[in-house]
T-cell receptor
Framework: DTAVSQTPKYLVTQMGNDKSIKCEQN?????MYWYKQDSKKFLKIMFS???????INETVPNRFSPKSPDKAHLNLHINSLELGDSAVYFCASSLTGGAFYEQYFGPGTRLTVT | DQQVKQNSPSLSVQEGRISILNCDYTNSMFDYFLWYKKYPAEGPTFLISISSIKDKNEDGRFTVFLNKSAKHLSLHIVPSQPGDSAVYFC????????????FGDGTTLTVKP
């Protein structure tokens, strides 16, 4: 009964490759997010989608492209991977409006670029 | 510009005692504050929140205090239990969109039996 799931959990790849990370939530939430946690442990928002529409797009390289086929899925595709992309990527979801500020996070995908 | 700071990267407490985790922020527009707990190899999980109209919110063993004038909030855990050992993130938001929360860099709490 995983609320927010991500695949894969671990991803090791070489520089220059293209890879995707998938995220799915079964909570009926209308907003999904991608965060990057770097080596300094900061959690930084990358993208946010509300009802399949992009609403937050922080300053990330164009090599990162999110895709939301429906409200329950938000995938992250990364082109031409670089060493600096190595991090843990977390997907999250939430309900907007009302008092539902809290987000539900997936378990994370540890990406290692060699 | 780090708008949310957790100045103690780690805290060690004896089981049964109080754990106090601190968080400072600089943006006076923040009006909603959250604490998340994170175990290794898992995503953060929501723990407790407080809005700026309150100065205290309690949920079982967890209490969050907010001092708006000092731009400071703290999380108290009483009594602390070994299962509370985790990384604790505070987050702050000026918007109803949770994705605009700004996170601190976490405090690792270790509760010793």
């Amino acid at each position: 009964d995983t609320a927010v799931s991500q695949t894969p959990k671990y991803l090791v790849t070489q520089m220059g490759n293209d890879k995707s990370i998938k995220c799915e939530q079964n909570l009926g939430h209308d907003t999904m997010y991608w965060y990057k946690q770097d080596s300094k442990k900061f959690l930084k928002i990358m993208f946010s989608y509300n009802n399949k529409e992009l609403i937050i797009n922080e300053t990330v390289p164009n090599r990162f492209s999110p895709k939301s086929p429906d409200k329950a899925h938000l995938n992250l595709h990364i082109n031409s991977l670089e060493l600096g992309d190595s991090a843990v990527y977390f997907c999250a979801s939430s309900l907007t409006g009302g008092a539902f500020y809290e987000q539900y996070f997936g378990p994370g995908t540890r990406l290692t670029v060699t | 510009d780090q708008q949310v700071k957790q100045n103690s990267p780690s805290l060690s407490v004896q089981e049964g005692r109080i754990s106090i985790l601190n968080c400072d922020y600089t943006n006076s527009m923040f009006d909603y504050f959250l604490w998340y707990k994170k175990y290794p190899a898992e995503g953060p999980t929501f723990l407790i929140s407080i809005s700026s109209i309150k100065d205290k919110n309690e949920d079982g063993r967890f209490t969050v205090f907010l001092n708006k004038s000092a731009k400071h909030l703290s999380l108290h855990i009483v009594p602390s239990q070994p299962g509370d050992s985790a990384v604790y993130f505070c987050a702050a938001s000026a918007d109803t969109n949770a994705g605009k929360s700004t996170f601190g860099d976490g405090t690792t709490l270790t509760v010793k039996p």
